[in-house]
């Protein structure tokens, strides 16, 4: 390994300031002892000098691996830097997407709400309709049981009526009874005259009987006693006559009275059996429409609860809306950030380049072109190991770092670094773009 | 008037009974009868034929009484007209239970007919001729020959005993 230029100068250097100092040494000690001092003084001159150029020397150079390392670590700093800006653009192009997509589901959420809206406003129409039906449910259950009372009334009153038409019929029938009665005792009179023209007739019987004992002089009388059997028997058909027509008499008017009592005990049964089934009837209808009118008490209540719930809902969705319009308001606000973020980050990173720019002047005007002529020009860097682009320092010509020249040189040279940078990464982020191995810029360790 | 002098036409007439048994009628000469009477009560007699019915007081006399419907053997048809016929057996005095007496017929002697054959017997000589009045038919009785011979035993041995 070569030593540098500036080594071997101060090398150099120092050994001409250690042999003027020695001759100036031995002029001193040959001045006391001659005189010399003369050439001493000028030895010691020139060893003086040849310190203070040593010394400037060896300054300048330590001064460069100074300025040397502090440009290594600003490098890295830009690298991490361009890193961390590269980071936050990359979350905020995410926080980007993530508030597009919670845009787009806030829009969503909104479309949804307003569905629900009109989903619970036509329930609200709904239970109101469904009051309405409940309530004509209601009149009609309430008429009904109304009707129920007058038919019971009326079924009541249909006992009665057939009550007393029984009570008619049994007194006709009871009527019909002594009418029979009436005629029994006819009979019974009609029985004694029976008797009485059985009894004439026995009579004239016997008086034919005498009258034929008599001969001759009973012939008369046996003719009227044959005239009055004959009457007899006239009176006892007659009497038959009569009889028998009581008897029809009484039989019709006992089938008459048998008719109207069977009739009015059928009537009475069957009043009854209609009536109580009629009654059992109004009972089972009063029991159903009760039912009926407890049902619609439920139905509306449910119909009370449903209302409130709705009413609570359309409250509760439009909280809902105002904050998923509030969402959305902050959605918008967190996208315009966003693009502030955005801009800001894309000013950063053109900031970023032009920092780089004005570093690389600076090294340039400091270092001068640290472009490798010679490898042993350039101090290894800790962080050239990896493949990470840093600015190409061209070495400067001159061995002493004069910062007039430097700067100039710098200047000149770095003219078209500055032209072809942006030419070859024009979209790249400062830091991201990583070069071929044959990269010019590469320097070699 | 009229009547009367046509009964007095019809003098020379032998005059009859008419009674019914059961549905059918007889007739018995009214000179034979005594006297006739309602159904009287009647006291039972022992030991004595079914038709036997018992004696009977009539004015103080006790006279045997025969039922002719079961003499005869007719169904009792009761109209409420039950009768007895006193009649006289030789010096006795029977009374006949009839089921009613009708009248008292006087026909014309050409209106009797005989018997029919087929009655000729032992049994059917009690009924000596019969007699047709329009649709009815009238069968004439001999009361002594209608009584058997056990009949007129017993109805003696009773009026004996009555007497």
Known sequence: MKLSLRVRLTAGLLAVALVASATSVLIGRASVLGHFSALALVASLVGLFAIFVGVSFAFATAFERSAKRAFQRLQVQFELETDQLTNVSQFNSELHEQNAIQSAAATETSAAVHELQETVQKNNETAKQARVSSEASRLAAENGQQSVVNMTAAFTQLSDTARKLVDGLNGSSANLDELVALIGQIGEKTKAIDEIVFQTRILSFNASVEAARAGEHGRGFAVVAEEVGSLAQMSGRAAAEISSILRLGVEKAKAVSEAARSSADRLVAETKSSSDIGLNRSEECKTALTGILQSVEQVNQAIDTVSRSTEEQTIGIGEIAKAIMQIESANMKTAHVVGEIESGLQKMKSADRERVVIVQDLRELLLGNSKPQSPSTVPPVKVASTPVAKPVIVPMPKSKPNPKTSSKSAALISIPKMERAPVNKPKKVVGMDYPDASDSRFEEV | ?163
Request: hydrophobic letters at 45%.
């Open chain 2, 1 to 163: 008037m009229s009547e009367i002098a046509a009964s007095v036409g019809l003098q020379d007439r032998v005059r009859y009974l008419c009674f019914c048994l059961g549905e059918e009628e007889f007739a018995i000469p009214l000179l034979q009868v005594k006297t006739v009477t309602g159904l009287p009560d009647v006291t039972r007699v022992p030991n004595t034929p079914g038709y036997f019915m018992g004696i009977m007081n009539l004015r103080g006399q006790i006279i045997s009484v025969l039922d002719l419907r079961k003499k005869f053997n007719v169904k009792p048809v009761d109209r409420g007209e039950t009768a007895v016929i006193i009649v006289e057996v030789g010096s006795h005095q029977i009374g006949l239970v009839v089921d009613a007496i009708n009248s008292v017929l006087s026909p014309a002697h050409e209106e009797l007919q005989p018997r029919p054959e087929m009655m000729n017997g032992k049994s059917s000589e009690f009924v000596t001729s019969v007699y047709a009045i329009e649709k009815r038919i009238v069968l004439i009785l001999d009361v002594l020959k209608a009584l058997g011979a056990d009949d007129k035993q017993a109805i003696e041995m009773l009026g004996s005993r009555a007497a």
